[in-house]
């Protein structure tokens, strides 16, 4: 069993910075791409970011294209956001999810693990 566990979110102003983290218990981490996805109130969960198993490659939606950053440490099975220049329209809960396969995925329905979520608030 899989356990990922989000910390990091809070009430930030427009502009301002924010770092997720995610930890994962159990040795599946390390073979498998990770994700992060967001959903506002009252619209679907939409795709973030997500990062492949070894790390190299990384994958964005293009709302969040060279404002965000996703990043793992195998070694400390843990997965990072780092979250810049953030805008009003990027609060939500966000939600770190490991996938059934090596290579990253944008579908939500390639993750079998979810975390419980974290608040981002950006304020204008």
């Known amino acids: 069993q899989v356990q990922l566990v989000e910390s990091g979110g809070g009430l930030v102003q427009a502009g301002g910075s924010l770092r997720l983290s995610c930890a994962a218990s159990?040795?599946?981490?390390?073979?498998?791409?990770m994700g992060w996805f967001r959903q506002a109130p009252g619209k679907e969960r939409e795709f973030v970011a997500a990062?492949?198993?070894?790390?190299?490659?990384?994958d964005y939606a293009n709302s969040v294209k060279g404002r965000f950053t996703i990043s793992r440490v195998n070694a400390k099975n843990t997965v990072y956001l780092q979250m810049n220049s953030l805008k009003p329209e990027d609060t939500a809960v966000y939600y770190c999810?490991?996938?059934?396969?090596?290579?990253?995925?944008?579908?939500?329905?390639?993750?079998?693990?979810w975390g419980q979520g974290t608040q981002v608030s950006v304020s204008s």
């Open positions: 990062i492949n198993w070894r790390g190299g490659s990384t």
């Open positions: 159990g040795r599946t981490f390390i073979s498998r791409a």
């Open positions: 999810a490991l996938s059934k396969y090596a290579n990253y995925r944008a579908d939500g329905n390639d993750y079998d693990y």
